[in-house]
């Protein structure tokens, strides 16, 4: 199989999507001319013409809206936020509109449409171009919450996003856009091409929603993460020689809910890892569901590594970030508990 990074393979599921369906449709800001700030849609104009993928004005609100109107009406959009930080002027859309047409509409109308951002931060890209606001999505019904961490997941799940009836935020963590970064900054970066999973079939393949991944095996603790986390995971895990199962969630909802119970119920202890700021982050969704299913399987109490509650620093990225120093000290302090 080719090698790609996470960027080409995002590029290859649109094109592969725009073969196969002349309903879907690709834009936001600079997506077209330009191919996107990260490039992840380059090409694609020269490909499939200025009517299907297109550039818009900087009007987040003005782009999800339109992308619901498309998709209301037949069309299948795939729009982009140029960084996840500039969702929120189009949020309402997404919560009031995208989210609830099916419901309001007693099934008359989906909305299948896909909005994808990059997300996290690693790039020193400052308070705002850093966050990851993921846990703002998993809380509105309605939505589906992906979160990508390989090349390979990436295309699968897009593809698979673009073909579901109803609407999909799809987040891609942009530290791993060119490799698996580990957490350590200090290090050179790792290719895609020197990594399993940056190998990536051609041509039309899915990966469903909702289903975790084991990046991991392991017997002595369960660490539950996701996207950029998923690598510093395993470094922690490597370096500290914790025998951690680490469950890669790609889909935050619907959760597999089944995969972590049954890991958890195998190691007897848990932490739960994630960028995003500690309070009401999607860690704590995940804490509930072990402590309520699995609680007389749990030998140690169950412990979060998050971001801090601030503004995602400059000057003091790495302070924030949670990286595998600050995630094995959790892994040896939850063994010993």
């Given amino acids: 199989m080719p090698s790609m990074t996470m960027i080409e393979a995002i590029r290859d599921a649109h094109a592969v999507a725009m073969e196969a369906d002349d309903r879907v449709v690709v834009f936001g800001q600079d997506v077209g001319y330009f191919g996107g700030v990260f490039r992840c849609t380059q090409g694609l104009q020269e490909r499939f013409g200025v009517g299907r993928c297109f550039d818009t004005p900087i009007s987040e609100s003005g782009i999800i809206g339109a992308a619901i109107g498309m998709a209301a009406y ?19 859309q997404i919560v009031s509109e995208a989210a609830r047409i099916r419901h309001r509409s007693a099934g008359d109308y989906t909305l299948p449409m896909v909005v994808r951002m990059p997300t996290g931060g690693g790039i020193f890209g400052g308070q705002t171009h850093s966050q990851s606001p993921e846990a703002l999505f998993t809380h509105v019904a309605g939505l589906t919450t992906v979160v990508v961490s390989n090349p390979y997941d990436a295309k699968g799940l897009l593809l698979a996003a673009i073909e579901d009836q109803d609407p999909v935020i799809f987040l891609e963590p942009k530290r791993v856009y060119n490799g698996p970064f580990d957490g350590h900054h200090d290090r050179p970066i790792v290719p895609w091409s020197k990594h399993p999973l940056g190998e990536v079939p051609e041509g039309y393949y899915t990966v469903p929603l909702g289903v975790a991944r084991v990046h991991r095996p392991g017997d002595e603790l369960t660490v539950l993460t996701y996207g950029t986390l998923v690598h510093v995971a395993e470094a922690a895990a490597n370096e500290t020689g914790i025998d951690a199962e680490i469950i890669d969630l790609r889909t935050l909802v619907p959760l597999d809910v089944d995969t972590i119970i049954e890991s958890v119920r195998k190691t007897g202890r848990c932490i ?15 804490s509930a569901t072990v402590q309520e299913r699995a609680f007389h399987h749990l ?26 120093e600050r995630v094995g000290r959790a892994m040896r302090e939850v063994m010993a508990g």
């Fill in 299 to 324: 030998e140690a109490p169950i412990r979060r590594v998050c971001g801090w509650d601030t503004p995602y620093p400059h000057a003091h990225e790495w302070d924030y970030f949670p990286g595998p």
């Fill in 74 to 92: 037949g069309l299948r959009p795939c729009v982009e936020i140029q960084f996840a930080d500039y969702v929120y002027p189009g949020y309402d």
């Fill in 272 to 286: 739960v890892l994630h960028e995003a700021t500690l309070t009401s982050g999607f860690g704590a969704e995940l």
